[in-house]
Each structure stands twice: as structure tokens, then as C-alpha cells.
């Protein structure tokens, strides 16, 4: 087997004969690069990102409380208006079914999202309609 020779000359360094830091020739990191400060000096800087992402999570949750009365409201607006469908269907009174429905129309709850807030618009206003039409 041919040994290869250092490489001398085209580049002027010579081989290093420095021991190894560590006892078992592992990687160590020079003096400048340690650092030296307090091991609990990073989650400081951590604690405000996070500090951040629940500020911004109690942000949403009022909006995802008044969507969910919002939907809740929905719901009982539809289901007035299923039962006035029924009263009307089944040749009964339905003066209780558009008490009812006035009641809910008058007690809209405000919602975030854009979306629901459309589609209760038009809910709002069917429920309207039919009071107009009755009332």
C-alpha cells in the first residue's frame, strides 16, 4: 500500500500537533464561541414570543363565544320557523309560533365570523318576512 505524503507547500500549513481538547479527541468549541452567560438566559427571550401567542389566543376566544350564540340563536330561529311551518300545515293557531319567532328576531345575537354573520342576516330576514306576512 503507497502512503500519501502531507500536502506542503501550495498552501503553507503544515499538519497541526496540537493535542485533542477533550480526552477522547471529540469536538470542542473555542474559548470565544462558549457562552458566559446564565444557563437561563434563553427562556427569557423565549417568554415574550410566547407571552404573545397567548395574548392573542384570549383575543379569540370572546369571538369564538359570541360565534357560538350566534349559531345557538340561528338554531332557535330555525327551529321557530319549522314550528310555524307545522302550525300553519296542520291548521292550528300559530299566534304562539310567531310570538316566538318576534321574540328571537327582536334578541339577535352579534356574530364574528363574516360568514355567520351573513347567513343569520338572511335567516333574520326570512324570520322577518314571515312575521310581516302574519303579524
Known amino acids: 500500500m503507497t502512503a500519501i505524503p502531507p500536502l506542503q ?3 503553507g500549513l503544515a499538519p497541526s500537533r496540537r493535542p485533542a481538547a477533550a480526552a477522547g479527541g471529540g469536538f ?3 474559548d470565544a464561541m462558549v457562552p458566559s452567560g446564565p444557563a437561563d438566559a ?15 389566543l384570549q383575543e379569540t376566544l370572546p369571538d369564538a363565544a359570541r360565534d357560538r350564540a ?3 340563536h340561528g338554531r ?7 314550528g310555524l311551518q307545522r302550525a300553519l300545515l296542520g291548521g292550528g293557531d300559530a ?3 310567531l310570538e316566538r319567532l318576534a321574540g328571537l328576531v327582536g334578541n339577535m345575537a352579534p356574530a364574528a365570523d ?3 354573520a351573513t347567513v343569520l342576516a338572511a335567516l ?4 322577518r318576512v314571515e312575521l310581516a306576512r302574519r303579524g
Open 9 to 11: 507547500g501550495a498552501t
Open 114 to 116: 363574516p360568514a355567520l
Open 124 to 127: 333574520t330576514l326570512r324570520c
Open 70 to 72: 350566534a349559531r345557538r
Open 76 to 82: 332557535d330561529m330555525l327551529a321557530a320557523l319549522a
Open 95 to 97: 299566534a304562539a309560533a
Open 28 to 30: 470542542a468549541l473555542p
Open 42 to 56: 434563553a427562556p427569557a427571550s423565549v417568554a415574550p414570543a410566547a407571552l404573545a401567542g397567548l395574548l392573542a
